[in-house]
């Protein structure tokens, strides 16, 4: 299906799009901290000692040789022509290469203006000579002119200006967002809502709110989807086909009201087969000469006139094709859900269904049984619960625990460790949360940690808690899998502990997002709202803060949680 006349379809330029449809376009920023070394120093490591003799003398007098920086984010919404959208606290993050040292960086409109955020930038390492530098700076878009304008990073040695770079950004206060997403903003690490005034010390103002204690929700639970459209505009095969899929959405959300939008000469079949609330029109026309239908002006301004009028918590477009998805944008609605997200930033969720016959390549799964895959899956997504998977050997178990003097959902296991060191508590707090649920509940505390002489030391005082380094793997699962309650890092043994039903509480960096990661059997993931989550590094190095997001969540937060789950799971 085409969107516009003469078959082309079309779209207006983004500095005229209103700011309804840039919420629609808005797509999370890159985020990711790769270290790429910029094209203009990529041969300082195939030739290391020409290098340093080339960038040292010969290239001294070409400034820009010898330093450069690059984008690694810069909030977390962009438009459809990638420009970022900024709202509430964003952070500006970048990578700076260069030959001297870098000792601050600064965030401003302009070289004269004022500074709106500045930092101390970290060392990632060397590469040759070149020195790699990460700064993250964080920045209130409340003080910042509400239209497009240049947001400038400056590095500098001393009062030395080494490098600079611009981007073209748009402010949009989050009060506009509210009305539309306050519970994704609710929900979201990432999101930081600007401060009630302004701060000298943002980065520290930030930190001090309480961390977010979550539990796993179910986003697309009856009780969250009220109203729903489905998008089935082709013709009588396609939406017969689709029929069950349709049902299958009225069994899953049985008190919400559904629409769907359909052409009108398949009205009557989908009212007689009782799956929909309610139906809106759309009228194409047909094209022999393009083999395509198309959608004229006069129908386009009817469809969405009628759409303007309705408040949708979710759509659904059921089409496998590619055709109709530009339409889900016409919707006023919280999610929009349909078939590849890959091409289709603006898709909350979606699948992609590839299936191939031997011979001629072409698609062997039905196309009923491939859009009830889509609803299939949006179930799913409604109830992540997975099954417990419990272990088998019982009573050979219980045995392996008494040497340990431990009883059967008596005793805490903690466990410090994690691959990477970013994702890692500090180890002190770990132990003062050890040493008071031992003193508060009396109960024998499990206390797993790699360098185990160091933490003995200091809990050779404490009665009950078992300090333990390596256990066989089957030994490591029993003491897991028998515990009242486990705490820690974001890393496997927790979701070990989980899929055998013990209730987890995950102290976690939000390096990605928390729902992705969240335990199966329920439990709490504790993190902090930063306006950098999502960051995806995982060296500690590349996040020019120190991991303090995971540093600085207090102990007593992580104790009151652990007795609040204590007291239910009894």
């Known amino acids: 299906m085409i969107l516009a006349d003469n078959y082309k379809s079309t779209s207006q330029k983004n500095e005229d799009l209103s700011l309804p449809e840039i919420k629609s376009w808005a797509l999370p920023a890159e985020g990711s901290m790769s270290v790429i070394i910029p094209r203009r120093f990529c041969w300082v490591d195939r030739f290391p000692v020409i290098s340093k003799i080339l960038l040292n003398s010969l290239l001294l007098p070409f400034g820009k040789m010898r330093r450069c920086m690059t984008l690694v984010q810069i909030g977390t919404l962009k438009d459809k022509s990638g420009m970022p959208v900024l709202t509430g606290v964003i952070a500006y993050r970048v990578l700076i290469f260069s030959l001297e040292k870098c000792d601050r960086a600064v965030v401003s409109l302009g070289k004269d203006e004022k500074i709106l955020a500045q930092t101390t930038p970290s060392l990632i390492g060397k590469k040759g000579p070149v020195y790699i530098w990460a700064a993250n700076l964080w920045v209130d878009s409340q003080f910042l002119p509400e239209t497009k304008h240049k947001l400038w990073v400056f590095a500098f040695n001393g009062k030395k200006m080494i490098t600079k770079m611009r981007r073209f950004v748009r402010t949009v206060p989050d009060r506009m967002f509210l009305p539309d997403f306050a519970r994704d903003m609710e929900m979201s690490d990432a999101f930081v809502p600007s401060l009630s005034v302004e701060k000298d010390d943002l980065f520290n103002s930030v930190l001090a709110f309480p961390p977010q204690v979550h539990h796993s929700p179910s986003e697309f639970s009856s009780k969250n989807i009220k109203r729903l459209v489905v998008l089935r505009v082709d013709q009588l095969g396609d939406v017969s086909a689709s029929l069950p899929a349709i049902k299958r959405l009225r069994d899953i959300y049985q008190n919400a009201h559904i629409t769907i939008i359909a052409q009108p000469a398949v009205h009557e079949i989908l009212k007689a087969s009782g799956v929909c609330d309610a139906l809106i029109a759309i009228n194409l026309s047909y094209s022999h000469d393009a083999e395509r239908r198309y959608l004229t002006a006069e129908n386009k301004e ?39 997200p890959e091409r289709f930033h603006f898709l909350d969720y979606g699948i992609e269904v590839i299936s191939r016959e031997k011979f001629n390549s072409k698609p062997v799964i039905n196309h009923a049984a491939h859009v009830m895959m889509l609803v299939d899956a949006l179930d799913r997504v409604a109830h992540q619960r997975q099954p417990v998977v419990e272990r088998q050997s019982y009573q050979d178990d219980i045995t392996k625990l008494k040497p340990f003097s431990l009883k059967e959902k008596d005793y805490v296991v903690i466990h410090t460790g994690a691959r990477h060191t970013l994702n890692m508590w500090p180890l002190e707090h770990f132990i003062e949360l050890a040493q008071r649920l031992r003193a508060e509940t009396h109960k024998e505390v499990v206390f797993f940690v790699d360098h185990q002489s160091e933490v003995a030391s200091k809990l050779s005082d404490s009665d009950g808690i078992h300090v333990l380094d390596k256990l066989d793997p089957n030994l490591f699962d029993i003491v897991i899998s028998y515990a009242a309650l486990m705490i820690g890092n974001d890393s496997g043994p927790r979701h070990l502990a989980a899929v055998r039903g013990v209730p987890v509480i995950s102290v976690s960096v939000p390096r990605l997002n928390w729902q992705e990661w969240g335990q199966n059997q329920g439990g709490l993931v504790i993190s902090r709202k930063v306006p950098c989550a999502g960051c995806g590094v995982n060296d500690v190095r590349h996040c020019g803060v120190g991991a303090l997001c995971l540093k600085t969540i207090p102990v007593d937060v992580v104790f009151q949680e652990a007795l609040k789950l204590m007291y239910w799971a009894a």
Do not use: M, P
């Open 302 to 340: 009817k469809l969405q006139k009628a759409l303007s009028k309705e408040q949708f918590d979710l759509a659904i477009d059921l089409q496998t094709g590619h055709e109709s998805r530009e339409l889900l944008l016409w919707c006023n609605t919280r999610y929009r859900v349909g078939f590849s």
